[in-house]
């Protein structure tokens, strides 16, 4: 618990004590001491409402329900309704406190994630040790990395072997080996043995720094709603004190009420008016579900997203890698050429290059081959390529001459559920590799549980016609675009969208960011790629596919907690001040169901906390 809420729990329960004496002893003690015990307990516990009400005013320039309710207090206490004066105070503080309950909740999993920074690093430097900030790292340090510590900034491994554990940044907890040459991640834990690393980006460039700015935004990134009721507030707190103004003079100038009936039914206009439960009703639910959800690993951009998360109607689906789990393996070869040894190691040393999980199963396969110097270019969705001794080589999907040899061997690859991945020189197909990747095994229930939720879901792939079908069928989705490049399905997505489809697009960023940025909601699976990090809305932690349905379930629930929420705020409100007209409300019944119901509104969204 912080400080702030610590003292602010303290003040509660002191004014508890208070109020309660007061009351116990009220038949005994003169109006002075009452005076004295129930305002000593207005002071205390107003005491943060009034610093907020004013710190509110001087920055929106405007007044704002906690001026309102420190008026309507004072106002108990001209009409010496002492006692409910404390009382209003009080109660308006405790929902205080159990909204910065929650808002401490979700801050707690953001610092949480700060605490997955490094903050040490041991460099290397003429042979000596230094312990320096991780954040004084700069690129191109040479740094020991010991058993047991945090890598502490990101690079590559320049001596050594080990097993690090990244589950902070893939979810997978699996330790992963490295050796000389691989990438080490910043904030993930060397468990094996000592290695050396060189940095190769700055610590605010880094994979974890970016998660952290990623979830930092979601705490300044409102729901619309909430901007509403925000701009509501400053007026409607101007319409509360007109209509208790009114209330005071009116009546009586006509001769319909006394004066001090008028002032009474004034001061139960400002109490039971204002606008507390519905101020209340939105922010606590949101941030108890962005608090929940990141204890699954789902990190959401912010309340924003939350809304359109609950609005969602198609949901689609990249294959590799989200669909699929992306490690894909190389089942068969077929090659019809002079050398084929030369030719393995042309495409060893071209797909070493890429970054794609076709070409890393690849590479893992020609591991064997010897690795030739030369300049490939990548073309996202196609493939990669590049010339050797005068002949141009591309492995992938290339649009290539394919002889009637190979024609057939190529077709009932793809119809038994592989992908193939072709290699051309000069424009014809020289051979070809069969891979498999597998489905990830909650696809079928989640794709399920989404045609439940009549949300319709699509696949979109790179891949060929015939493997991506079999995938699909795997899965049990229905709808697929095959052949796509990362234009295509940009494409795609927005014309659904212009279809006036809400879309989610789930994917894994390698050749599919574009399409994230554009849709409504663009999940990352998995944050291994600085890409999706900054182009998508969601992240998955894990790759979970269930965290789809999840997401969404949670958004919907949080919608339908708020809506609950402000019919219940206003109603209240609409009943205590028709009543109030005529006579019915006395200040203590006021004081209790306004509050109350700021209580349960607040009460009714730390619900989202829960599993
Ligand atoms: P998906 O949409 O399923 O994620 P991609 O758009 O990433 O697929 O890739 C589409 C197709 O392009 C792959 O099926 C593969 O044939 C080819 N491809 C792309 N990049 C490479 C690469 N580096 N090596 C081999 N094949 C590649
Ligand atoms: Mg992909």
Redesign the pocket.
Known sequence: MSNRLKLETIYIVISFILILTGTIFKSYIGGISQVFIYGLAFIISGFYIAQEGVIKTIKNKGLNVELLMILAAVGSFILREYAEGAILIFIFALSGLLENYANSKSEKALTNLLNLAPSLAILLKDGKEIEIGAEDLKVGDNVIVKVGSQVPADGTIIFGATSINEAMITGEFLPVDKKVGDEVFSGTINESSTFIMSVSKDTNESIVQKIIDFVKTAHSNQTKTETFIERFEKIYVYIIIMLAILTTILPPLIGLWTFTDAIYRGIVVLVVGSPCALVASVSPAVLSSLSNTSRKGILIKGGKHLEVLSKIDTVIL?????I?EGKPEVKELYFETVNETLVYDIVYSL?KH??????KA?VEYLKDSNEIKLISK???????EGTYDGNMYQ???FNIEIPLTFKEKIHKANKGGF????VSMNGILIGFFSLIDKVRPEVKNTINHLNDLKIRTIM?????RY??NNIAQNAGIKYVFSD???ED?YRHVKSLKAEGKIVMMV??G???APALAVSDIGVAMGSGTDVSLETSDVVFMNNHIQNIEKSILLAKRMKLISLQNIIFSISIIGILLVSNIFGLVILPVGVLAHEGSTILVILNSLRLLRK
């Open positions: 990249d294959k590799t890698g989200t699929t797909e890429s970054t794609h999980p076709l070409a690849v990548e073309l996202p969705g196609k493939g990669i492995v992938g999907n992908t193939t991945v072709n979109m792939t790179g891949d060929n493997s991506a796509l490049l990362p399905k994917g894994d390698i050749n599919d």
